[in-house]
Nanobody, 127 residues
């Protein structure tokens, strides 16, 4: 099994920055990509960013391109989401997720492709 633990969320003013971390443990060799998703009350869980574990290819939803950066430290089994120029609409519960299945574009951006999930970390952007 794989365990994922997110950290780094908090309250930040509009225009500010946060860096989320996701530490993976367990049978991490079965994971081929990690992703970040977010969810607000009354809405479906939304894809934010993903990165392939070995190749490091990245994927982003349009609303965060140029502001968010996903990266990974293989030695630490950790994935990061650097969030800059934060907006109130970025407020959400952010989840880290891992997948071990297919590697087509659709496999990276759909929640159903991911097998392992963290418990989430809250990000609130408010003045």
């Amino acid at each position: 099994q794989v365990q994922l633990v997110e950290s780094g969320g908090g309250l930040v003013q509009p225009g500010g920055s946060l860096r989320l971390s996701c530490a993976a443990s367990g049978n991490i060799f079965i994971i081929n990509a990690m992703g970040w998703f977010r969810q607000t009350p009354g809405k479906e869980r939304e894809f934010v960013a993903a990165i392939s574990w070995n190749g490091g290819r990245t994927y982003y939803t349009d609303s965060v391109k140029g502001r968010f950066t996903i990266s990974r430290d293989n030695a630490k089994n950790t994935v990061y989401l650097q969030m800059n120029s934060l907006k109130p609409e970025d407020t959400a519960l952010y989840y880290c997720a891992g997948k071990s299945g297919g590697s087509l574009y659709r496999d990276y951006v759909h929640t159903r492709s991911y097998d392992y999930w963290g418990q989430g970390t809250q990000v609130t952007v408010s003045s």
